[in-house]
């Protein structure tokens, strides 16, 4: 939830009931979606296209980079959420893929059995009984709740790239991983329709609830009426 512009991947989540999120600044916040649909158009879609055309295993690589990083947060908020086993798989996770995995470029993890998964500070305060608190679009960031902009901190904090103390580095990792998150939306994006705005939001509400449940005892609408679909 914390990826820079993360808008469009949402659209493949499942519709789940979604907590109440309110949104009392939709006008503030619709001159925010427009400023960041404007930056996205003049600035990091250009720059993803170009990183589209690499080859397919350099961009599975950066990609397994990236996601290793993240192992170690997802493992810190584990153990915050009282999932000690799914915390000590994470950590597990990081050490094989940044020793045997090659610094993470290979998911030497996933192919002996462990799974990858995603856990922020967001995530963690809404599992302690921290309610969402009104929709934000924030600029250049994207979509965000009350709740998981206060977050932000923390999570920054508990990131790998916080702490490293070559600034040059850090910059040029993030940026790094901006580029590759939007290259992999650039097939989805064409899924957002009508009011682009509204799409987003609901989208967004619903990826959050969903991801704080684990994807269990969710309510897979949008599967149900395939199904409909199909019978008929």
Do not use: C
């Not at 519709?15 to 925010?32: G, Q, T």
């Not at 990826?207 to 449940?213: A, F, V």
């Not at 309510?219 to 008929?232: A, P, V």
């Amino acid at each position: 939830m914390n990826k820079f512009f993360l808008v469009s991947v949402f659209l493949l989540v499942p519709i789940v009931i979604a907590e109440d999120v309110s949104d009392p600044f939709e006008d503030l916040n619709r001159v925010s979606f427009e400023f960041n649909e404007k930056l996205d158009e003049k600035l990091l879609k250009p720059i993803a296209k170009t990183y589209s055309k690499f080859p397919p295993k350099i961009k599975l690589g950066v990609t397994n980079f990236f996601n290793n990083l993240e192992d170690v947060e997802t493992s810190l908020n584990q153990f915050l959420q009282g999932k000690p086993k799914k915390s000590l798989n994470d950590i597990t996770r990081f050490i094989i893929n940044s020793t045997i995995g090659l610094a993470g470029f290979v998911d030497v993890a996933s192919k002996i059995g462990l799974d990858r998964h995603e856990e922020d500070f967001g995530q963690t305060l809404a599992v302690w009984g921290v309610g969402p608190g009104p929709y934000i679009m924030l600029p250049a960031f994207g979509p965000s709740t009350l709740r998981d902009t206060l977050s932000r901190p923390v999570s920054s904090f508990s990131s790998i790239t916080f702490h490293m103390t070559d600034a040059d580095v850090n910059i040029a990792l993030k940026s790094i991983d901006a580029i590759e998150t939007r290259e992999r939306l650039l097939d989805v994006e064409s899924l957002l329709s009508g009011d682009r705005y509204a799409f987003v939001k609901d989208a967004y509400i619903q990826s959050m609830s969903y991801e704080i449940k684990d994807g269990i005892d969710v309510e897979d609408k949008f599967i149900d009426d395939m199904d409909d679909f199909l019978i008929d």
